[in-house]
């Protein structure tokens, strides 16, 4: 039995002053519309969506779950980057659900991350010394450029490559075009990363509405079919090397493994590059690219500009799966692996989907 | 219409139990001792101390002395100011003492951290380090002001 993506919703990415359950109900009626369904054939919902102190309740999907149309329903809920709630949304899939929802959400206009996920550390080591996630993200930059001796001006190409492809992206947050000295000109954050290196927090919500294969055929006509998904969690404490991701490798040999495909299979990528470094990495990580080599890659990866130019903290994910999907859909590529990372990049979930 | 505000606070008082393991490092840090504990399978030292290996997911129970002295394998710098964080710059940085296996959170200082470019002419993946102490310890990890280089 496949499992297929047969409804895609989103909301504009922005600064939105609307709260983070209306902008959940209008993903959420958007991809109902795509697919032409009603509420009441929705047998399941998941939720997807950091369940911190992001949106300053610290249960959000109480809000979430009505937004998604789960009044009296069937729901659960994934506290993470959104992509996590994948895998259960297909196991819901292969366990007596025929339509399910996911729902992600992501909402970080109305307070400062930094300060909210530092709390996530524990209050004994990591914590009092000011860890921010800027900083955790810095320590991993400077360990991979000083491993691998980048070149600054190799990287802010890299971004400026990346913002070129969100400036066509009518998705995407930041959409302005940037130029090498602009990245190398902008103020430092946390050395050395600087502030165009890194994604910049925004909101918004993607809604997928997913099918087993008799009703995603019954449903529509273009189905992006659900082929693999895997993931993996590093350890908490520091026992890691900074400048390689290797759970994000894992997360990726479990996907290939259940998608049956190589990775001459795949297309195009959509990865989480919440820094220009990650970006690198990730590549390395993932087996498209040489270890210190990510810079240098010139495949078809973010065409929707990827974290760097959007990044709603907690759809991030899905909506990077959602933009391939839909290039899926549209016919310009027949499979595609999507990417994320959640949290102090302790986490990574990989889906590789079909045509 | 304008959408309407309203601006909260948290402020919630929890009381965190730190375990036998951490209180008997932080009680190491008052008499100047950094602590850490071996896994018996692995055999590597863990610094901070944890009751299980990750690795091997096995109960540690050898407690091993550790230098105060170490390298640094990876730091940063915050340039930037964050609602509800210090004013910068500050260091922090992970140091992998002698004698353990695992990286340690820290500061680092003594130096000006005012130009990334001095700081990294002094503080890079390498710098061997030295661990400046508070005069009056209170059994906590800042009892370590911060990491020094070593000359």
Same mark, same amino acid.
């Given at each position: 039995?496949?499992?297929?993506?047969?409804g895609?919703?989103?909301?504009?990415?922005g600064?939105?002053?609307?709260? !983070?359950?209306?902008l959940a109900?209008?993903?959420?009626?958007r991809?109902?519309d795509?697919?032409?369904?009603?509420?009441?054939?929705?047998?399941?919902?998941?939720?997807?969506?950091?369940d911190?102190?992001?949106?300053?309740?610290?249960i959000?999907?109480m809000?979430?779950?009505?937004?998604a149309?789960?009044?009296?329903?069937?729901?659960?809920?994934?506290?993470d980057?959104?992509?996590?709630?994948?895998?259960?949304?297909?196991?819901?899939?292969?366990?007596r659900?025929d339509?399910?929802m996911?729902l992600a959400?992501?909402h970080s206009?109305?307070?400062?991350i930094?300060?909210?996920?530092l709390?996530?550390?524990?209050p004994?080591?990591?914590?009092?010394?000011?860890?921010?996630?800027?900083a955790?993200?810095?320590?991993q930059?400077?360990?991979?450029?000083?491993?691998?001796?980048?070149?600054?001006?190799?990287?802010?190409?890299?971004?400026?490559?990346?913002?070129e492809?969100?400036?066509k992206?009518?998705?995407?947050?930041?959409?302005?075009?940037?130029?090498v000295?602009?990245?190398?000109?902008?103020?430092?954050?946390?050395?050395?990363?600087r502030?165009?290196?890194?994604?910049?927090?925004?909101?918004?919500?993607?809604?997928?509405?997913l099918?087993e294969?008799?009703?995603?055929?019954?449903?529509?006509d273009?189905?992006?079919?659900?082929?693999?998904?895997?993931?993996?969690?590093?350890?908490?404490?520091?026992d890691?090397?900074?400048h390689?991701?290797?759970?994000?490798?894992?997360?990726?040999?479990?996907? !290939?493994?259940?998608a049956?495909?190589?990775?001459?299979?795949?297309?195009?990528?959509?990865?989480c590059?919440?820094?220009?470094?990650?970006h690198?990495?990730?590549?390395?990580a993932l087996? !498209?690219a040489?270890?210190?080599?990510?810079?240098d890659?010139n495949?078809?990866v973010?065409s929707?500009?990827?974290?760097l130019?959007?990044?709603?903290?907690g759809?991030?994910?899905?909506?990077?799966l959602?933009?391939l999907?839909m290039?899926?859909?549209?016919?310009?590529?027949?499979?595609?692996?999507a990417?994320?990372m959640?949290?102090?990049?302790?986490?990574?979930?990989?889906?590789?989907?079909?045509? | 219409?304008?959408?309407?505000?309203?601006?909260?606070?948290w402020k919630i008082?929890?009381?965190?139990s730190a375990?036998?393991?951490?209180?008997?490092f932080?009680?190491?840090?008052?008499e100047?001792?950094?602590?850490?504990?071996?896994?018996?399978?692995?055999?590597?030292?863990?610094?901070?101390?944890?009751?299980?290996?990750?690795r091997?997911?096995?109960?540690t129970?050898?407690?091993?002395?550790?230098? +105060?002295?170490?390298v640094?394998k990876?730091?940063?710098?915050?340039y930037m100011k964050?609602?509800g964080?210090? +004013?910068?710059?500050?260091?922090?940085?992970v140091?992998k003492?002698?004698?353990?296996?695992?990286g340690?959170l820290?500061?680092l200082?003594?130096?000006d951290?005012? +130009?990334?470019?001095?700081?990294?002419?002094?503080?890079?993946?390498?710098?061997?380090?030295?661990a400046?102490w508070?005069?009056?310890?209170e059994?906590?990890i800042?009892?370590i002001?911060?990491?020094?280089?070593l +000359?």
């Open positions: 039995m496949r499992i297929g993506i047969v895609i919703g989103f909301t504009e990415f600064i939105h002053k609307e709260p !983070f359950y209306n109900f209008t993903a959420a009626k991809a109902l795509d697919a032409g369904i009603e509420r009441r054939e929705v047998d399941s919902f998941i939720l997807g969506g950091y911190n102190l992001g949106v300053g309740r610290t959000s999907n809000y979430t779950a009505p937004a149309g789960a009044y009296l329903r069937h729901e659960i809920r994934v506290s980057d959104a992509l996590f709630a994948l895998p259960l949304a297909y196991m819901r899939l292969r366990h659900s339509v399910t996911l959400f992501g206009s109305e307070t400062p930094e300060l909210v996920e709390q996530s550390l524990d004994f080591f990591h914590r009092p010394l000011n860890l921010t996630l800027p955790f993200f810095a320590m930059s400077y360990a991979y450029r000083s491993r691998y001796d980048v070149d600054d001006e190799k990287l802010a190409e890299v971004v400026v490559r990346m913002r492809k969100g400036s992206s009518s998705l995407a947050f930041l959409r302005d075009k940037v130029k000295e602009d990245v190398l000109n902008s103020e430092i954050v946390s050395y050395p990363l502030k165009l290196e890194m994604a910049e927090w925004c909101d918004g919500c993607v809604a997928l509405i099918a294969e008799t009703v995603a055929k019954r449903i529509a273009e189905i992006v079919w659900l082929d693999g998904v895997g993931w993996s969690v590093e350890n908490y404490y520091f890691r090397e900074f390689r991701l290797p759970f994000v490798t894992k997360s990726a040999e479990m996907a !290939f493994k259940m049956k495909k190589e990775r001459r299979d795949v297309e195009a990528l959509e990865i590059d919440l820094t220009v470094d990650y690198c990495m990730i590549l390395e087996g !498209f040489e270890e210190g080599g990510g810079w890659y495949g078809d973010n929707s500009g990827g974290a130019c959007t990044n709603a903290y759809s991030t994910g899905v909506f990077l959602a933009n999907a290039r899926i859909r549209k016919g310009e590529i027949d499979c595609g692996l990417q994320s959640s949290g102090y990049a302790q986490k990574s979930c990989v889906a590789i989907l079909e045509g | 219409m304008e959408v309407k505000e309203f601006e909260v606070w008082p929890f009381k965190h375990g036998l393991h951490a209180t008997k932080f009680e190491g840090l008052k100047g001792k950094i602590l850490g504990v071996r896994c018996e399978k692995c055999g590597r030292v863990l610094v901070p101390p944890r009751a299980f290996c990750e091997c997911h096995t109960e129970s050898e407690w091993v002395e550790v230098s +105060d002295e170490g640094v990876t730091l940063t710098v915050t964050f609602t964080l210090p +004013d910068p710059p500050y260091a922090v940085g140091v003492l002698d004698g353990a296996d695992t340690m820290c500061f200082g003594g130096i951290l005012s +130009d990334w470019r001095k700081v990294h002419e002094t503080f890079k993946p390498g710098t061997r380090v030295k400046v508070k005069e009056e310890r059994g906590k800042t009892d002001e911060y990491f020094r280089p +000359d």
